[in-house]
C-alpha cells in the first residue's frame, strides 16, 4: 500500500511526528495539514525532497479541511486537545473537527480514515475531554462508516506530556505527587501484636491510584499504518474500534517511582487529594500552556485500561513492547548531573 499520497491532520504533534516518520519510511508522500505550518518545518527532513509537504488547516474550517483532503487516497485524524484554549475548544476540535475531517474525506472518494480517539472515550464521562471523545468517533463514524478508530491508552514516548510533566518537578520538588484520593485518610481497625485491642490503620491512596495501561509512541504508529491497510480492505477492520494499551497495568504510585527510577532521582511519592488538585488546577488554568487543568483532574479520577468490550491492538497484528525499556532513553535527561556528588564530597 506504499506509494499513497495521505494527509495527516494534526501532524506536527508529539503522536502525528511518529506516524509521519512511519509513512514516510514507507514511500508515502504526506501532506501534513495543521493550523501552523510553520511549527511543522521540522519534519521535512523525514521524508526525500518533496516528499513531506505543509498545508494550513483548521479541523473546524470545513473550506480549508476539503482542500486538504483534496486529491488524496488516505486520511489520518490525530487531532486532540488536553486543554481548550479561547476558541479552540474541546467541542470544536473533537466533535466538529472530527466530523469535518469524514465528511469531507468520504466526499473526496478518500479510501482510508483512520481516527485517533482516547481509550478515557465515555459518553456518560464528568469528564469534557472524554464525552467529546466519544462524540467525535460518533461523527466519524456517520459520516464515513468505514472508519477505524483507534483508542490509545496514556501515550509514552520522547515528547508525550505525562511522564516528562512529573520528571521536571522531580527535579526541584522534594515530594512527587499522585493526584487523586480523598481528602481524610481512610482507616480500619486491626488488632494489635499480642493483645486483643485494635488500632486504627491510616491509608491516603487505595492502591496507589489510578490504574493505567500505558503505551509506547512508536505502538500507536504502527498501528495506524495497520488501520489505514484495514480501512483499505486488506483484512477487513473497517468502521471497528481498537483499544490500544501496553502489555502490564500499572497504579499511578508504580509509574511514579518507575520515573523515579529512570532519572536516578529519590523523591517521596505522596497522594494529593482530589479536592486539593481542584484548586491547584484552577489556578493552573491561567499559566501559559495550563500544565493541569480541572477537567485533566477530573480524568485521572477513572482507571485507563482496556475494557475488554473492543478488539485490540493484537487484532491489528501487533504486539505492544513494555515501558519499562523505554522510559530510561528519553528521561535520562532530567538524571542529575554526572559525578556531581562526587565532585561535591572531594572538595
Known sequence: MAGRLVTEFGGNG??????????????DRVRIACRDPESALFLKPLGDPGQILLIKA??????????AVKGVDAVVN??????????NTFQRAHVEGAGNVAKAA????????????????????????????????????DAFPEAVILRPSIIIGPEDGFMNMFAKIARWSPVVPIIGGSILPKFKMEAGTGTEWKFPTFEFSDLGGTHFQPIFVGDVADAVIKGLDSCAGVDGAQGKVFELAGPRVYTFRRLMKMMLKAIKRSRLVLPYPTPLAYIAAFFMEFIPGKPLTRDQVTLLQTDNVL?????????????????????????????????RRDRMHEA
Open 58 to 67: 483548521n479541523v473546524g474550517v470545513m473550506a480549508e479541511v476539503e482542500r
Open 14 to 27: 508529539f503522536v502525528g511526528r511518529h506516524i509521519v516518520q512511519r509513512l514516510a519510511n514507507r514511500g
Open 106 to 141: 468520504k466526499a473526496a472518494g478518500v479510501k482510508s480514515l483512520v481516527q485517533i480517539s482516547s481509550l478515557a472515550a465515555d459518553p456518560d464521562s464528568k469528564s469534557d475531554y472524554a464525552r467529546t471523545k466519544s462524540a467525535g468517533e460518533n461523527s466519524v463514524l
Open 307 to 339: 475494557s475488554g468490550e473492543n478488539l485490540t491492538i493484537q487484532d491489528l497484528g501487533l504486539e505492544p513492547r513494555g515501558i519499562d525499556s523505554v522510559l530510561p532513553s528519553y528521561l535520562s535527561a532530567y538524571q542529575p548531573p554526572s559525578g
Open 78 to 87: 490525530c487531532v486532540g486537545l488536553l486543554a481548550p484554549s479561547g476558541r
